[in-house]
């Protein structure tokens, strides 16, 4: 029988997993921005700060990427932006349709596919299935990193799991764990921050609210998508991705001017 598939077996497959695995874990050990959650906010900062020449590493608790937007509503895997936001579907190359005067109707598995992959091809590394326990801390109570521990961990009964997390340094780090903000809420605990918690559905106040206050909310730490309206006590959207995609784009503005003053800072010291 001839050979379709060239040389390598079992051995050769495990190398190629670890050690590429841990090439690429030990190049992001520190990194110019870390974005935890990849959900649509996520994922666009992600994207333009890697098309900017931002070193980025996106952190996702789940074995998948995109949050709500393989899904929509209810299950229902369409996905609502509201205009302008269907602009930021032109950029990534979604195809969708008007069905309301500014309402515009996209397939979610589609739309949540560009979105990973605009991405990725930018130059976004993603470590999923990873969650943060807690922050780094510099001078000042500056966020500096994450600290981070498999997700499959959290499942392991109290007694048996003691599995020490690891520590990713970062020059910012973005919040766009949606509803959870777990980044923030690493912060109150220490008593840093005071969050508000999201208030009930109000599309119309929500997401205009959501992309307004999207930004830093404490040195170091940038909020986006619905973890800013945990942090400022916002109504919720429920399934309309519009101020996701939005708030993505104003939190990579936001770290740039970050990153560009550190710059700035570092050069007349």
Avoid at 234 to 248: E, I, K, N, V
Wanted: hydrophobic share 45%.
């Amino acid at each position: 029988m001839q050979k379709l598939f060239g040389p390598g077996g079992e051995k050769e497959v495990t190398r190629a997993i670890v050690s590429e695995f841990a090439r690429e874990f030990d190049e992001y050990i520190e990194s110019d921005c870390v974005i935890v959650g990849a959900g649509p906010a996520g994922l666009t900062a992600g994207r333009i700060l890697a098309q900017q020449g931002v070193k980025t590493l996106i952190i996702e608790r789940n074995n998948y990427l995109g949050g709500g937007f393989w899904i929509g509503g209810y299950l229902m895997n369409k996905v609502t932006v509201r205009a302008p936001a269907q602009k930021a579907l032109d950029v990534i190359g979604v195809p969708y349709t008007e069905v309301a005067g500014g309402i515009y109707v996209a397939d979610g598995p589609h739309a949540c596919s560009k979105l990973i992959a605009a991405a990725c091809d930018a130059g976004v590394k993603v470590l999923n299935m990873t969650s943060v326990d807690d922050v780094v801390l510099r001078e000042g109570n500056r966020v500096a990193g994450v600290v981070i521990n498999w997700t499959a961990v959290q499942a392991l009964p109290r007694q048996i799991s003691c599995v020490d997390p690891v520590a990713l340094e970062a020059k910012v780090v973005i919040d766009g764990t949606g509803h959870d903000a777990c980044v923030v809420k690493a912060l109150e605990k220490r008593g840093l921050i005071e969050t508000v918690g999201y208030g009930a559905m109000w599309v119309e106040q929500s997401e205009d609210q959501v992309v307004e206050r999207t930004g830093q909310v404490h040195p170091g730490l940038v909020a986006a998508g619905m973890a800013v309206s945990t942090v400022y006590g916002l109504p919720r959207m429920g399934p309309t991705f519009g101020s996701m995609l939005l708030s993505g784009e104003k939190a990579a503005e936001a770290v740039l001017a970050i990153l560009q003053k550190s710059e700035a800072t570092a050069t007349t010291a």
